[in-house]
């Protein structure tokens, strides 16, 4: 009963928005104070979005624990039920969460999409990247004579790579898709959102000028990740990944796969693999351990679920680029 009075409350407060005087004081929290109900779905968006609603009465809440990955992740009931509840949902799109496809459609709020508009890159198993084997048909016991290319089917990759938000100018896009939504939901405090938007876009350019300015004075030499999750980062800072230890996010490597990732690395001197805490670095250890590599983490997702936890990742990630390739280049 209280979820359709507020409902409501929103609705009306929305045709006679008019900034000032809606703002209503001492009226009991819970009764006129409840504003929109947002659910993001990975840390990231929680961040982008926990800076653009400041200063309003919104409830900002994340599907995505820390250190789960959006790739192997199953929804609970409870989070299904605030996905139910939600006046907001905002999503990653580009099949990343794949784990919302069965509760989409219960979303009686508005569902944003941040992607939109960004510029794309294909999947790494549909560019002409650099890569060591040529044929993604081999393996798997159980599909030994498939002549197409079963894993479009066997594991869930879109055809472009998901992983925008690791470029600020990304961020800056998704950031104003989420402004509209808040815009369109809760016109009243229109003035805040864009208020926060334009703080927040500030905030993302110098992002992008700082972490250019340090990832250039690197000499940054050949190195893994544990899957191919830093496209748009490597793209807007110069820089690529040699290979992934994950030929699909969230699956274990096959044998032979391993075999040709073991062969690429002593041919091109690879010196760094780059684990995610949100996988289990086992086989990297194996890896290191043999081909003497140097292991060191970068995060694509953000270890807690906070507002500033975008900018912590970001610049946690190059701080771990600039301790890595600094020592090589012996400055
Ligand atoms: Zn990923």
New binding site residues.
């Given amino acids: 009963m209280k979820k359709t009075f507020i409902t409501l409350a929103v609705g009306l407060l929305g045709l006679t928005a008019c900034g000032g005087d809606v703002f209503k004081k001492d009226e009991g929290e819970k009764e006129y104070g409840d504003g929109l109900k947002i659910v993001t779905t990975i840390p990231p968006l929680y961040s982008l979005t926990a800076h653009l609603i400041e200063g309003t009465n919104t409830k900002l809440t994340n599907i995505l624990p820390p250190n789960a990955?959006?790739?192997t992740y199953q929804l609970t009931f409870e989070t299904a039920r605030a996905l139910a509840e939600a006046d907001l949902v905002v999503m990653n799109g580009l099949e990343l969460e794949l784990f919302l496809e069965r509760s989409l459609h219960d979303v009686k709020g508005l569902v944003v999409v941040a992607s939109e508009g960004i510029e794309l890159i294909k999947d790494h198993h549909y560019d002409d990247h650099d890569h060591h084997h040529d044929d993604h048909h081999y393996d798997d016991h159980d599909h030994h004579h498939d002549d197409h290319h079963y894993d479009d089917h066997d594991h869930h990759h879109g055809e472009y790579n998901?992983?925008v938000w690791l470029s600020p100018s990304n961020a800056i896009v998704m950031a104003d898709n989420i402004l509209i939504a808040l815009m369109e939901g809760d016109a009243e405090n229109e003035e805040i959102y864009r208020r926060n938007f334009e703080e927040l876009r500030g905030k993302l350019k110098d992002l992008q000028e700082e972490i250019h300015a340090k990832i250039s004075r690197l000499e940054v030499g050949h190195y893994l990740v544990f899957?191919d999750?830093y496209p748009y980062f490597e793209r807007d800072f110069g820089i690529r990944a040699k290979a992934f230890i994950e030929e699909f996010?969230g699956k274990e490597p096959s044998a032979r796969y391993l075999a040709g990732l073991v062969d690429m690395i002593v041919e091109k001197g690879v010196e760094v693999i780059f684990t995610e805490p949100q996988f289990s670095p086992k086989l990297v250890e194996t890896l290191a351990k043999d081909y003497g590599l140097r292991v060191a983490e970068l995060d694509?997702l953000g270890s807690e679920i906070s507002k500033t936890v975008y900018f912590d990742m970001m610049r946690g990630n190059v701080a771990v680029f600039e301790a890595i390739f600094s020592i090589q280049n012996g400055t």
């Fill in positions: 990955s959006p790739h998901p992983h899957h999750a996010p694509p």
